[in-house]
């Protein structure tokens, strides 16, 4: 299983910017997709998330200005950021708990990120 994400660049505060993730390989199921961030010098942290039965989870750092949705026949995901401030910016990861074709259990995967950086 392979998580590709992409879409980030840099945007002005006050902008927005979509982020996608397509899952990709021997994929039974994808019960969640979710986005996490990592800024320079922080731990990752975790944005959104969103699970196969349509519970979404925002971080309170970003709810009401960014919204993640879900392709599930595509196996993607997005995150629209509108409203994007200063400390949005970071290096963004796609994740998803995955039960590939022929195992029994789910597994967690990242994908690689992408850089989001929000300067004037």
């Known amino acids: 299983v392979q998580l590709q994400a992409s879409g980030g660049g840099l945007v002005q505060p006050g902008g927005s910017l979509d982020l996608s993730c397509a899952a990709s390989?021997?994929?039974?199921?994808?019960?969640?997709m979710a986005w996490y961030r990592q800024g320079s010098g922080n731990a990752r942290e975790f944005v959104a998330s969103?699970?196969?039965?349509?519970?979404?989870v925002y971080a309170d750092s970003v709810k009401g200005r960014f919204t993640i949705s879900r392709d599930h026949a595509k196996n993607t995901a997005s995150l629209q950021m509108a409203n994007v401030k200063l400390e949005d910016s970071a290096v963004y990861f796609c994740?998803?708990?995955?039960?590939?074709?022929?195992?029994?259990?789910?597994?967690?995967?990242w994908g690689q990120g992408t850089q989001v950086t929000v300067s004037s």
């Open positions: 969103s699970t196969t039965h349509g519970r979404i």
């Open positions: 390989g021997d994929i039974d199921t994808i019960n969640v």
């Open positions: 994740n998803a708990v995955v039960v590939a074709t022929g195992d029994f259990f789910a597994k967690e995967y």
